[in-house]
């Protein structure tokens, strides 16, 4: 029987993850189909439930469903618990286990596909919501020189700070001093189109301006093009976030090279 898989959003009809794991599915030679399930916002856990019941043996979650994810979990992957979200779920043996692959995400499109490590580099973090949160033990654990939330209102960005610890800092916006290697919009401004309140200071000589999100020019990467910075959207990062799930559930990696040239060609 072919394994079911599927991704819950609200909204979900843009998902192009259905499209990724079939791509990785026809790579690696797995039996499975992938559906993206448009889920009521206030029933997130009766539409996982039904899909379990229905065979079921795993989830990605986008937004605005990973808190109700990390709580629906019967048991948390070590960096979930940390990002405080969970974006992939397994149902095995009678239980619910989740995970977090955003920050893996992140850290292989960095390393991988733009030859950006960020051992030793300074790191400037923009935004202290969820997805800065799911990102932040991944960049640590590559030793970076240092690392700087920056968000709007304060106090969140030091709640961040305190609860990862590890030498992070934390300030606003209109605190923030540069220069820094790679600057990572992890804010909802691109969303809006709008441009987070920044000094074209941040940007040192080669840096990396990089935005989680993907599929259009933002106004932050266009900002960072103008201050000589190289720049980077959140296309890679999806990729290789699937291809963590993938592994999770598959047990194989697939080559996600050729799935990231297929999307920016469509």
């Given at each position: 029987m072919t394994d079911r898989y599927a991704v819950f959003g609200h909204p979900i009809a843009h998902s192009r993850s259905p499209l990724i794991h079939a791509?990785?599915?026809?790579?690696?030679g797995q039996d499975m189909r992938y559906e993206a399930i448009l889920a009521p916002l206030d029933g997130f856990a009766a539409s996982v439930a039904a899909f379990v019941a229905a065979g079921g043996r795993g989830a990605n979650v986008t937004v605005p469903f990973k808190e109700d994810a990390f709580r629906l979990a019967q048991r948390l992957a070590p960096r979930a618990e940390r990002a405080g979200a969970v974006n992939t779920l397994t149902f095995a043996a009678n239980e619910i286990l989740g995970d977090n692959t955003d920050g893996a995400g992140l850290v292989a499109d960095l390393t991988r596909n733009?030859?950006?490590?960020?051992?030793?580099?300074?790191?400037?973090?923009?935004?202290?919501?969820?997805?800065?949160?799911?990102?932040?033990?991944?960049?640590?654990?590559?030793q970076p020189a240092a690392l700087v939330i920056a968000n709007r209102t304060v106090a969140r960005a030091q709640e961040l700070a305190r609860l990862f610890g590890r030498g992070v800092a934390a300030c606003g916006f209109d605190a923030v001093d540069?220069?820094?290697d790679l600057v990572i919009n992890a804010t909802a401004a691109s969303l809006a189109g709008e441009l987070p309140p920044l000094s074209p200071a941040v940007f040192a000589a080669d840096a990396l301006a990089y935005d989680m999100m993907y599929g259009r020019d933002t106004p932050f990467l266009a900002f960072a093009r103008t201050h000589g910075a190289?720049?980077?959207?959140?296309?890679?990062?999806?990729?290789?976030?699937?291809?963590?799930?993938?592994?999770?559930?598959?047990?194989?990696?697939?080559?996600?090279?050729?799935?990231?040239?297929?999307?920016?060609?469509?």
């Open positions: 791509a990785f599915a026809r790579q690696t733009l030859g950006r490590e960020p051992a030793g580099q300074r790191i400037l973090l923009l935004g202290a919501g969820g997805a800065a949160r799911g990102v932040i033990e991944p960049l640590l654990d590559r540069g220069p820094y190289a720049t980077a959207d959140g296309l890679g990062m999806l990729v290789e976030q699937a291809a963590e799930a993938f592994q999770l559930w598959r047990g194989v990696r697939p080559d996600t090279a050729p799935v990231i040239a297929s999307l920016r060609a469509a």
